[in-house]
């Protein structure tokens, strides 16, 4: 099996995730992965694969690969409690989508005014991986540039 590529879904800084606030994601209870501060406001999909689910405030989608990687992008944080406001699902659950196509936006000025961080945690939650995840030690990254891969040979 080939190396398994995680192309980053956004554009931005990248934060550790044992650095950020939200200790469900600095504990890596969804599992590994690090958090991006965006400087665009739209979510593009990761690799090739389906779009699997978007959370029901719009704040997080999740994407499985065709080799059953799933990752989880979960805009800001604690932005479950604007119940949608600032969030645009482009892309519908269930879809196929490509690399780089976007699939969510977000406002992140309308974030800032109501009080939250537009920080990203960009998270693998399989519990079992036929490899060695892989992330990449870059400060910034655009959607262009790989975020994190799995070994698998």
């Given at each position: 099996?080939?190396?398994?590529?995680?192309?980053?879904?956004?554009?931005?800084?990248?934060?550790p995730?044992e650095?950020?606030?939200?200790?469900?994601?600095?504990?890596?209870h969804?599992?590994?992965?690090?958090?991006?501060?965006?400087?665009?406001?739209s979510?593009?999909?990761?690799?090739?694969?389906?779009?699997?689910?978007?959370?029901k405030?719009?704040?997080?989608?999740w994407f499985?690969?065709?080799?059953g990687?799933?990752?989880?992008?979960?805009?800001?944080?604690?932005t479950?409690?604007l119940n949608?406001?600032?969030?645009s699902?482009?892309?519908?659950?269930?879809t196929?989508?490509?690399?780089g196509?976007?699939v969510?936006?977000?406002?992140?000025?309308?974030?800032?005014?109501?009080g939250?961080?537009?920080?990203?945690?960009v998270?693998?939650?399989?519990?079992?991986?036929?490899?060695?995840?892989?992330?990449?030690k870059?400060r910034?990254?655009g959607?262009?540039?790989?975020?994190?891969?799995?070994?698998?040979s």
């Amino acid at each position: 099996m080939e190396d398994i590529t995680i192309y980053s879904p956004l554009q931005g800084k990248i934060v550790p995730l044992e650095k950020i606030a939200d200790q469900r994601f600095s504990n890596l209870h969804f599992g590994p992965g690090v958090a991006i501060l965006p400087h665009k406001n739209s979510v593009c999909a990761p690799f090739d694969g389906m779009l699997l689910g978007v959370a029901k405030n719009r704040h997080g989608v999740w994407f499985r690969s065709p080799e059953g990687i799933e990752v989880l992008v979960h805009v800001g944080l604690d932005t479950v409690f604007l119940n949608g406001a600032g969030f645009s699902i482009i892309v519908e659950p269930g879809t196929h989508v490509i690399r780089g196509q976007v699939v969510l936006e977000f406002d992140r000025r309308y974030l800032r005014r109501q009080g939250y961080s537009s920080l990203t945690p960009v998270v693998v939650t399989n519990t079992e991986l036929p490899g060695e995840l892989h992330i990449t030690k870059r400060r910034r990254i655009g959607t262009e540039q790989v975020l994190m891969y799995v070994s698998c040979s």
